[in-house]
């Protein structure tokens, strides 16, 4: 299964859209995190910040639905097929976390926001 003790106990876990191909963000796993994912379907990461689970969309609504968990070779990086209900896997607001283009030196915003993060994480 996965190689958590290798990595020190979280290895990246990567969404991609599971109908677009599109790559939407990069987080961390731990086994709990991966355990809660396998039994309930539904997207969990472990919040290196915060230091604790992260259900994909406790906040925001914005949870990803799971349809398929693949392993790298070496079994310690996770790539998650899933369906991003609410549109935006970003708290930014954007679609995906990979909304800025490097051009000629540059950062370009190439996403659409589709949601105000003050609006949706009114802290």
């Not at 954007?94 to 802290?123: H, I, M, N």
């Amino acid at each position: 299964m996965v190689d958590f003790e290798k990595s020190g106990g979280l290895v990246p876990a990567v969404a991609q859209d599971v109908a677009t191909g599109n790559v939407l963000m990069l987080a961390w796993m731990n086994r709990e995190a991966f355990e809660e994912t396998v039994r309930t379907g539904r997207a969990c990461y472990f919040s290196r910040s915060r230091g604790k689970l992260w259900r994909k969309g406790e906040e925001s609504g914005h949870v990803q639905q799971v349809h398929e968990i693949l392993l790298d070779c070496d079994a310690d990086t996770i790539l998650l097929k899933v369906e991003q209900v609410g549109g935006a896997a970003c708290h930014e607001g954007f679609a995906s976390c990979f909304f800025r283009r490097l051009e000629g030196g540059q950062l370009t915003t190439v996403g659409t926001r589709l949601f105000d993060p003050k609006e949706v994480y009114k802290k």
